[in-house]
Every structure is written in C-alpha cells, then in structure tokens.
C-alpha cells in the first residue's frame, strides 16, 4: 500500500513539472514536440515490452480492426490533448492547463453519466454544479469561456473513456496508440528534417537531446502509475491525481508569475470547492462499502 503511494504520488509529480520541460523546448513548434514525444516514446517502449517479452498481445489486436480503429481514435484524442496542453504551457497560459486537469475528475464523471448511463449521488451532482458555476464565473470575468482548460478536460476525459473500455494495459496501450501514429509522425518529422525545418535539422546537439528525452518522460511516469495503481484503492488514487493540477498551478503563479487576482481566485476556489465535496463523498461510499463487506464476510 505505501509503495503502491510512492509509485503513484511520483507519476502524478513527475506530471506536474512538465512545464519546466516544456519551457525549455519553447523555440520549437508545440505540434513537432509532441511528434517527437511520440516517436521516442515508441522507441522506449518497444525496447521495454521486447525486454519483458510482452508482445503476445499484439496479433490478437491486429485480428480486431474495431479495436485499432478505437486505438487510433484514442491515440488522436492524446495528441490533441498533448498540442493544446504544450502550446499552453510556452504561451502563458500553466493556470489554465492546470484548470483542466483539476476539472478533469468531474468530467469524467459527467461523461459516465452521459456515455455509460451511470446513476449520480446527490453529492456528486452539487460537485459538477459547483464546478460549473466555477467556469461560467471565469468565463464572465475573463470575457471569454477557458477554453484551454475545457478542451484539456473533454479530449482527456474522452481519451479515458475510450481506455476505460479496451483490453490492452497501460503500457501495451500507449505502445499501440504509438505505432498507429508512427507513419504520420515519422513522414513529418522526415519530411520537416529534409526541408531544414525541424530541430533535428537546425537545432543544436543539446536541444536535440532533450527532444529525445521526451520519451523517457512519457514512458516513466506510466509504468509509475501503473505500478501504484494495482497497489493501491481508486479513492486513494483519485485524491492522489490533484498532485500533478496542484503542482501546475504553483509553477503557474510563483514560477512563470501569470497573473492571479480575486476575481480568478474566485473561480478557482468554486472548482476546488467541487473538488473536496467530490473526494470526500467518494470516499465516504468507499468506506461504507468496505464496512458491509467485512460484516458479510463476518456472518
């Protein structure tokens, strides 16, 4: 249980200070870096399921052209999510980024209500109701509905939707998702260094090395996370997941010093309000559950 913390805790970390990455790879176009986290992502990780031998998995896949097709749906979904939450990062806007994966957890919640006809407690209701009003206030007080944050939440809440229902894990998953895109990421990324337009072409050894990084930062944090996942209850995870929005939101203000005045402060707090009605409530039905079942094993 407590490795199972560290394991998770890190992932959500090591999630959280992307922007610092992200910043240092400012001077290249958001949609080459993550072509490039795609492509030496799947280097890793077919290095890593050839290491283990887990490559079973994969002729069963390609006899099934529904899941390659909802495969590659997903892997589109992570790629939006990925651009939109680069460009943010190295245009000023970490607060907003760090608004969608705060308002994440509510709308997946949403989504199940919606998609998977799951029936809703009254305190998961107040949590969505409180999360909205936290947007319509931000969207009156900036003028503007955050898009930012609302496209970050559907694309990655859609993402996990579709993950939620397929048989592949974490890694065999991501590794797939990858391999589907590899002859769109690879042809760019070839045709951009043959036209002198990509880093590998004119950036220098240093920039190209931290490019490559990208691959490492995808994979790690992954197995991390599955690795405390199997250890570890939904309710701990699900508090441990506002670890990563936490940590983006201090990079936001205290690091890149956007600004952060009452009237955002007051939206923000509506979401965080939202948040802890949500956690707690889930956690009060978790630890009901766990109380009958222990008394019927009892009888």
Do not use: C
């Not at 280097?43 to 390659?68: E, H, K, N, S």
Request: cysteine-free; hydrophobic content about 60%.
């Amino acid at each position: 249980m407590h490795t199972g913390i560290l394991y998770a805790a890190l992932a959500y970390a090591l999630w959280g200070i992307f922007p610092l990455y992200f910043h240092r790879l400012a001077s290249v176009p958001p949609l080459e870096i993550v072509l490039h986290r795609s492509v030496w992502s799947l280097v890793l990780l077919a290095i890593v399921l050839t290491a283990l031998r887990r490559w079973a998995w994969f002729g069963q896949v390609l006899r099934q052209p529904r899941q390659l097709a909802l495969f590659f749906l997903s892997a589109l979904l992570l790629s939006a999510n990925w651009v939109t939450y680069v460009w943010a990062v190295n245009n000023h806007h970490v607060l907003d980024a760090s608004l969608g994966y705060f308002i994440n957890p509510l709308f997946n919640v949403l989504l199940g209500y919606l998609v998977l006809h799951e029936r809703l407690r009254r305190a998961q209701w107040l949590a969505i109701g409180l999360a909205a009003a936290g947007v319509l206030w931000l969207a009156f007080a900036a003028g503007h509905v955050p898009w930012i944050a609302l496209f970050l939440a559907a694309t990655f809440g859609v993402y996990g939707l579709l993950r939620k229902t397929a048989p592949l894990g974490a890694l065999e998953g991501l590794a797939l998702e990858t391999l589907l895109l590899a002859p769109i990421t690879v042809s760019l990324l070839g045709y951009w260094t043959w036209q002198g337009q990509s880093a590998l072409a004119t950036g220098s050894a240093a920039l190209i090395g931290w490019l490559m990084l990208a691959g490492p930062l995808t994979a790690i944090p992954l197995l991390l996370f599955a690795a405390g996942a199997r250890r570890i209850t939904l309710a701990t995870l699900g508090l441990l997941q506002y670890i990563g929005p936490t940590i983006q939101f201090a990079l936001g203000i205290w690091v890149y010093g956007e600004p952060f005045d009452a009237t955002r402060f007051a939206g923000f707090a509506l979401i965080w309000s939202a948040l802890i009605v949500y956690s707690a409530e889930s956690w009060r039905v978790l630890r009901r559950t766990r109380i009958a079942l222990a008394e019927a094993a009892e009888r």
